[in-house]
């Protein structure tokens, strides 16, 4: 083999690092205001100093699993760096690999169709929308389908390949999961005859088991979601399909990135036509499922918004079944994936049919709308994410809740609400995550129908003594009994009408700031109960694991739920929800960890087997992995 050219040297060494260098720029960019020292709180994105480690990696609840198993990860490196600098590395890595793998989708063509292709798909208000709403499983996913994309539209090509692919978009959660299984059975239906589908179904499924067995154990606890039609995707208007086609449509309209700004439908309509235009030049032997990939994105994406199909769609969202696809937007990627390289494309194939000036016009079409598109979201997403510097009264309410040990319970008593430290943003409870351990915390959303999305039946119990608290009565002996230890009241909405706990005797205010108190239940015996009154101290080396002292029945302050044995004897649920553990001796143990211990084991062992195929006969890592 002869040696390349050193002339040629440099420039392929610039061909395959300027990709990065402007994916890092873009993420940098994107990030902007959040790059500063502080917290994120904006939605559903709570970044912290400490991210606790997720209690579904363990099959526990209370909360669904929805951060497993990306966050996992980011909870370690938490544990020696701080976890926003963690964070906020891994969302300007995000954006940077989005980047990188849109463009080497067209990677064999001149720059300029590939820094279209990377900043239509990297730069999309779609991305930029996620990052900053906190939907991370999201952002993950579209980070890591360009790359894995050919592989899983040619699944029986190489099922080992495929099934890594599943295995990395599996590592992003349900939302990757769901992709996974689109794209392989978009590439079996263009396989025809030579499809393998039991094995690549297996295979993909095997990817999927990091997130998808500890979903179920923790689903099956009781978990009620809030209604579908509150997540349909915003689409109103004639052009409100197109704004969707340009990454717009996120279901609540305040939260998306560039809001209200001019020229989107007609954009996403002439990205639409150019990516008709490029589809033929896409990759031969993925296009064609890539282009259905796109079709499916889109139709699910306005199922829940279209008049005549909404209907439908809602009641198969509602079963169990459908219940991940509640919030239909979120397989958009499936359908910007393919048009940001086919519209780059079709903007080319347009151009070579003319020369001078309106070669340039046509090359620079798409280009100038994804970059129209894109800035809204420069320097902080529109205001979304600045970072929050967290009061001295947080750190002190934090440092006294570990210290001390057991149950807290958050209010005001609500599950979103306009957070003032994050000046005013909505946010989802950031409680139950600053302080990590056992909280309670509200998680009715409050939309159009009651729902309860965290598996904690102790939450009916404290919906009542919230209105005992604002109606002035003292509540302190009573959540003694549901286990609590800390109250935390954030002077957030109207955190004013729980003032009577000010004056509760069974409470002790031990913090005292202006945007938060802590209180004290002075009733608290213990994490641990028994009926005689005895306080059993738990000690075990993991938390579904805890050995405790022989003793009578006991009441364990804890989310109740199906599944923990003491010995060989089950326990129960409570009335107000707590964990009731028989008399007895010997471990507390929690059974179905061992089943997601047992679907991790499988995950893992399968990557490793199909690893050691993918690379046999190579003794170097191999380049073609995915």
Same mark, same amino acid.
């Given at each position: 083999?002869?040696?390349?050219?050193?002339?040629?040297?440099?420039?392929?060494?610039?061909?395959?690092?300027?990709?990065?260098?402007?994916?890092?720029?873009?993420?940098?960019?994107?990030?902007?205001?959040?790059?500063?020292?502080?917290?994120?709180?904006?939605?559903?994105?709570?970044?912290?100093?400490?991210?606790?480690?997720?209690?579904?990696?363990?099959?526990?609840?209370?909360?669904? $699993?929805?951060?497993?198993?990306?966050?996992?990860?980011?909870?370690? *490196?938490?544990?020696?760096?701080?976890?926003?600098?963690?964070?906020?590395?891994?969302?300007?890595?995000?954006?940077?690999?989005?980047?990188?793998?849109?463009?080497?989708?067209?990677?064999?063509?001149?720059?300029?169709?590939?820094?279209?292709?990377?900043?239509?798909?990297?730069?999309?208000?779609?991305?930029?929308?996620?990052?900053?709403?906190?939907?991370?499983?999201?952002?993950?996913?579209?980070?890591?389908?360009?790359?894995?994309?050919?592989?899983?539209?040619?699944?029986?090509?190489?099922?080992?390949?495929?099934?890594?692919?599943?295995?990395?978009?599996? *590592?992003?959660?349900?939302?990757?999961?769901?992709?996974?299984?689109?794209?392989?059975?978009?590439?079996?239906?263009?396989?025809?005859?030579?499809?393998?589908?039991?094995?690549?179904?297996?295979?993909?499924?095997?990817?999927?088991?990091?997130?998808?067995?500890?979903?179920?154990?923790?689903?099956?606890?009781?978990?009620?979601?809030?209604?579908?039609?509150?997540?349909?995707?915003?689409?109103?208007?004639?052009?409100?399909?197109?704004?969707?086609?340009?990454?717009?449509?996120?279901?609540?309209?305040?939260?998306?990135?560039?809001?209200?700004?001019?020229?989107?439908?007609?954009?996403?309509?002439?990205?639409?036509?150019?990516?008709?235009?490029?589809?033929?030049?896409? *990759?031969?032997?993925?296009?064609?499922?890539?282009?259905?990939?796109?079709?499916?994105?889109?139709?699910?994406?306005?199922?829940?918004?279209? $008049?005549?199909?909404?209907?439908?769609?809602?009641?198969?969202?509602?079963?169990?079944?459908?219940?991940?696809?509640?919030?239909?937007?979120?397989?958009?990627?499936?359908?910007?994936?393919?048009?940001?390289?086919?519209?780059?494309?079709?903007?080319?194939?347009?151009?070579?049919?003319?020369?001078?000036?309106?070669?340039?016009?046509?090359?620079?079409?798409?280009?100038?709308?994804?970059?129209?598109?894109?800035?809204?979201?420069?320097?902080?997403?529109?205001?979304?994410?600045?970072?929050?510097?967290?009061?001295?009264?947080?750190?002190?309410?934090?440092?006294?809740?570990?210290?001390?040990?057991?149950?807290?319970?958050?209010?005001?008593?609500?599950?979103?609400?306009?957070?003032?430290?994050?000046?005013?943003?909505?946010?989802?409870?950031?409680?139950?995550?600053?302080?990590?351990?056992?909280?309670?915390?509200?998680?009715?959303?409050?939309?159009?129908?009651?729902?309860?999305?965290?598996?904690?039946?102790?939450?009916?119990?404290?919906?009542?003594?919230?209105?005992?608290?604002?109606?002035?009565?003292?509540?302190?002996?009573?959540?003694?009994?549901?286990?609590?230890?800390?109250?935390?009241?954030?002077?957030?909405?109207?955190?004013?009408?729980?003032?009577?706990?000010?004056?509760?005797?069974?409470?002790?205010?031990?913090?005292?700031?202006?945007?938060?108190?802590?209180?004290?239940?002075?009733?608290?015996?213990?994490?641990?109960?028994?009926?005689?009154?005895?306080?059993?101290?738990?000690?075990?080396?993991?938390?579904?694991?805890?050995?405790?002292?022989?003793?009578? *029945?006991?009441?364990?302050?804890?989310?109740?739920?199906?599944?923990?044995?003491?010995?060989?004897?089950?326990?129960?649920?409570?009335?107000?929800?707590?964990?009731?553990?028989?008399?007895?001796?010997?471990?507390?143990?929690?059974?179905?960890?061992?089943?997601?211990?047992?679907?991790?084991?499988?995950?893992?062992?399968?990557?490793?087997?199909?690893?050691?195929?993918?690379?046999?006969?190579?003794?170097?890592?191999?380049?073609?992995?995915?």
């Amino acid at each position: 083999m002869h040696a390349a050219p050193a002339e040629a040297r440099p420039r392929a060494a610039l061909s395959a690092w300027w990709p990065w260098a402007v994916g890092a720029a873009l993420g940098l960019s994107v990030l902007g205001p959040a790059l500063a020292p502080g917290a994120l709180f904006n939605l559903d994105l709570v970044l912290t100093p400490d991210i606790p480690l997720p209690q579904g990696v363990w099959g526990l609840g209370p909360e669904l $699993p929805r951060r497993l198993p990306f966050m996992v990860p980011l909870a370690w *490196a938490s544990s020696v760096l701080d976890g926003t600098v963690v964070a906020k590395a891994a969302l300007v890595a995000c954006f940077a690999i989005a980047f990188v793998g849109a463009q080497r989708l067209v990677e064999e063509h001149g720059v300029v169709t590939r820094l279209t292709a990377g900043l239509l798909y990297g730069a999309s208000p779609f991305l930029a929308t996620r990052a900053a709403t906190g939907y991370l499983g999201v952002v993950l996913t579209m980070a890591v389908l360009p790359w894995v994309l050919p592989r899983l539209l040619r699944p029986s090509s190489s099922v080992a390949r495929t099934l890594l692919a599943g295995a990395a978009l599996g *590592a992003c959660g349900i939302t990757g999961g769901i992709v996974a299984a689109s794209s392989a059975t978009a590439g079996l239906i263009a396989e025809g005859r030579d499809r393998r589908v039991v094995r690549v179904f297996g295979a993909v499924l095997a990817g999927q088991l990091l997130w998808i067995v500890p979903g179920l154990v923790v689903f099956r606890q009781g978990v009620r979601l809030a209604s579908a039609g509150d997540f349909a995707t915003r689409a109103t208007g004639l052009g409100g399909p197109f704004r969707v086609l340009s990454g717009h449509g996120f279901w609540q309209d305040t939260f998306q990135v560039g809001h209200g700004q001019v020229g989107v439908a007609v954009l996403g309509g002439v990205l639409l036509v150019l990516g008709a235009l490029g589809h033929r030049d896409l *990759a031969p032997e993925w296009r064609r499922p890539a282009a259905w990939l796109a079709v499916v994105g889109v139709v699910v994406a306005l199922a829940g918004s279209l $008049p005549g199909i909404e209907g439908l769609w809602g009641r198969v969202v509602e079963t169990p079944v459908g219940a991940p696809l509640r919030e239909g937007q979120r397989l958009l990627p499936l359908y910007l994936v393919w048009m940001a390289p086919a519209a780059a494309l079709g903007a080319r194939r347009l151009g070579d049919e003319v020369s001078g000036g309106r070669r340039t016009a046509w090359l620079a079409l798409p280009l100038v709308a994804a970059l129209w598109l894109a800035l809204p979201g420069l320097w902080g997403a529109g205001g979304q994410l600045d970072a929050v510097r967290i009061p001295d009264e947080w750190a002190e309410a934090r440092r006294t809740v570990r210290a001390g040990g057991g149950t807290a319970v958050s209010l005001p008593w609500a599950q979103y609400f306009n957070l003032n430290v994050a000046g005013g943003r909505r946010v989802n409870d950031v409680m139950p995550l600053y302080l990590g351990g056992d909280v309670l915390a509200a998680s009715d959303p409050n939309l159009d129908e009651p729902a309860q999305e965290r598996a904690d039946d102790r939450e009916t119990t404290m919906d009542l003594l919230a209105l005992r608290i604002r109606a002035g009565e003292p509540v302190g002996e009573r959540l003694a009994e549901l286990g609590v230890r800390w109250v935390v009241l954030q002077h957030d909405i109207d955190w004013q009408t729980y003032l009577s706990l000010r004056d509760d005797p069974g409470l002790r205010r031990v913090v005292d700031g202006p945007t938060l108190e802590l209180f004290e239940v002075t009733g608290w015996k213990g994490e641990i109960v028994t009926d005689e009154g005895a306080v059993l101290h738990p000690d075990g080396p993991v938390a579904p694991l805890v050995d405790l002292a022989p003793s009578g *029945a006991a009441t364990w302050a804890r989310p109740g739920a199906a599944g923990w044995m003491r010995g060989l004897a089950p326990a129960a649920v409570a009335g107000d929800g707590q964990l009731r553990l028989p008399a007895g001796r010997g471990l507390v143990w929690y059974w179905p960890a061992a089943v997601v211990l047992l679907g991790d084991i499988a995950w893992l062992a399968a990557v490793l087997v199909a690893w050691r195929r993918t690379s046999r006969g190579s003794a170097s890592v191999p380049t073609d992995v995915l």
